[in-house]
Each structure stands twice: as structure tokens, then as C-alpha cells.
């Protein structure tokens, strides 16, 4: 087994609701320099940890974990609608390697799948069907959520199973750092969120565009006073990037979900899908070396945006 790993944030509003020039042209440049490491890797399986936010998954039954043998793009924002290139047999393999290891997780068949996961496979890859992949999604969205040992356990496992393997195999970790975009809560929702957060799978074009407007309209007044949304908080980010190039993961067995949600924002949780992928990486080859390639607050896209890489030391 040969494996790297690339954790990045996405954000919906690249390309909607851009910073000023120089700051685009510089994100830019950062993917193409990962889109070509990738390239370089040829991976011949690529492992995504990814959150969902209510596009697949709903509260009528919402797992802390899922692993898809099938997916499918729902295709919002900008994001390319249709299949996943998803390893289905190996995708089963590995629930029951999960399983047998005492780590719950549920499995789905046919996963819709959103911009949290489709929008970094595209920009590490160019499309959806590149190479064959594995979808995992961790519940960063919708609490309860599980807690953050059982993250960094299910990475590790996951890890295990790659061990197993002879390929090369990209991790990656898509979401964060610090931000909080409007997505409402099921704890104190109108009936009508409410119906929506239960069971809204495949809204109309209209709810999808009110929805995207509503994330514009945000992204447009993030970080003022005008605000009501939860800061971009930078000390919180660089802590979090430093714990991670120190290989302290443990670290992250004593975070608490709710001052988390407080200091950093509510969808800061999406730090969950790093955590995974640097404990799978961590477990399949011991220690790793890790680098920051890219960390700038973007207020415009309601993203502490960051890229870091890694592999085995
Ligand atoms: O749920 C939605 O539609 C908004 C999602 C969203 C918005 C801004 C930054 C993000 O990282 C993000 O995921
Ligand atoms: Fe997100």
C-alpha cells in the first residue's frame, strides 16, 4: 500500500459570491498544485470523508456514519450533477472490516451526495468519475453528533483496512475550518424546516435556488456587524491546523461539541472529516508529515479556508 492524504475546505460560494481577485487567483493556484500532486499519485482508490448537508441525509433516520457502495450528485451549486466511480465491492469490504473492528456503521446502497463531497472530488481529480472512489460521510451537520474519539477511531480503522490493501490510495477530508452558514437547526424549526430537515430529499428547482439565494445573501454580509452568524474565528484554525502537523490526535478526544459550535461556528464540525482521514492515515503507516499548503480567512465564501497534505514520514 502506497497512501497520501488531502484535507481542504469547500465552500457552495466559489463562483457566486467571489473575494477580491488575488484571493481567488491564489485558491486557484493551490488546487492546481494539488489536482497535480493527485495526478502524480495516480491513485487507484481514493477514501472520502465528507459531511452531507440535508441533500442525503434527513432526520427521518440520520446516521452519525454512512458508507455509500453506490452515490449519485445531487448537483447543487455549482457542483456536477450524476454518478460516483464508487468501488462497490471494496466499499462492502470495508463495512465489514469497520464492523468487525466494534465501529458502527451504517451502510447505503444509493447515497445522494452534495457539494460536500462532489465539490472537492472535482477539484482534486477534474470530475466525479476519475478514479474509483469511496464515500464516506460523517454527520457534521445535523447534531446529535457522535463524539469526536469516535471520529478519530473510525479513521482508524478505516486506516486498518487500507493497510490491507496493495494500492495506492488517496485519503481525503473535505469541509471547515471555522464558519457557519445558515442552516437551520430541528431544535426550535417552523413546521415547515422542520418537514424539510425530517424528509426534504430532491426539492423542487425553486427550493434549491431559494435555498443557494439565502447562502448568497449571507455570504454578502458574512463577518460584518450585520451578521448573525458565527464569526470566522483564525486562532481556532491555526490551533486546529497546528494539532494536526504535530501529529496530536489524540488531542482531539477531549474536544467539546458545543464550545466548538460557540467559539468557531456550528459548521466548524466539518473538521470531523480531517480527523478521520489524518487518523487513517496515522493507522495505516504509523507516523506521518504533514504540511500546511494554504490557510486565509475568506469571508465571502463563510470559509476559514485551508488545504493541508500529508503522507507516510
Ligand atoms: O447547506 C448549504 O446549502 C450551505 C452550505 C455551505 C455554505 C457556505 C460554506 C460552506 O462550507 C457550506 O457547506
Ligand atoms: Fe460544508
Request: hydrophobic share 40%; proline share 7%; net charge negative.
Amino acid at each position: 500500500m502506497n497512501i497520501k492524504l488531502k484535507c481542504l475546505s469547500h465552500t457552495p460560494l466559489r463562483g457566486l459570491n467571489d473575494p477580491a481577485p488575488e484571493v481567488t487567483a491564489e485558491v486557484d493556484a493551490v488546487l492546481a498544485h494539488a489536482r497535480a500532486d493527485v495526478e502524480a499519485f495516480d491513485p487507484e482508490l481514493i477514501v472520502i470523508f465528507a459531511p452531507d448537508h440535508y441533500n442525503g441525509l434527513f432526520y427521518d433516520l440520520m446516521p452519525p456514519f454512512v458508507i455509500a457502495t453506490a452515490a449519485e450528485s445531487v448537483g447543487d451549486y455549482m457542483t456536477l450533477p450524476g454518478p460516483l466511480s464508487v468501488a462497490r465491492d471494496l466499499a462492502l469490504q470495508m463495512a465489514r472490516f469497520i464492523l468487525d473492528r466494534d465501529v458502527d456503521i451504517s451502510v447505503s446502497h444509493r447515497l445522494q451526495v452534495d457539494h460536500g463531497c462532489t465539490q472537492t472530488l472535482e477539484e482534486l481529480t477534474g470530475s466525479l468519475m476519475r478514479y474509483p472512489v469511496i464515500p464516506i460521510i460523517i454527520n457534521s451537520v445535523a447534531p446529535p453528533f457522535a463524539p469526536y474519539r469516535r471520529v478519530r477511531r473510525l479513521g482508524e480503522v478505516v486506516g486498518q483496512f487500507i493497510a490491507t490493501l496493495d494500492k495506492r490510495v488517496l485519503v481525503v477530508g473535505t469541509g471547515g475550518l471555522s464558519h457557519e452558514p445558515p442552516v437551520p437547526l430541528l431544535d426550535g424549526a417552523s413546521d415547515a424546516i422542520s418537514e424539510f430537515l425530517i424528509c426534504g430529499r430532491n426539492p423542487t428547482p425553486e427550493a434549491r435556488a431559494a435555498r443557494q439565494e439565502r447562502t448568497i445573501a449571507a455570504g454578502k454580509i458574512y463577518g460584518s456587524a450585520l451578521s448573525t452568524q458565527t464569526p470566522l474565528n483564525v486562532e481556532w484554525d491555526q490551533a486546529f491546523i497546528d494539532l494536526l502537523l504535530d501529529g496530536r490526535l489524540d488531542t482531539v478526544d477531549d474536544f467539546s461539541i458545543e464550545e466548538i459550535s460557540k467559539e468557531a461556528g456550528r459548521s466548524t464540525h466539518e473538521v470531523r472529516t480531517w480527523v478521520a482521514a489524518f487518523a487513517a492515515l496515522a493507522a495505516a503507516q504509523g507516523g506521518y508529515s504533514a504540511r500546511r499548503d494554504y490557510y486565509r480567512p475568506i469571508n465571502e465564501w463563510i470559509a476559514g479556508y485551508g488545504v493541508m497534505s500529508a503522507e507516510p514520514r
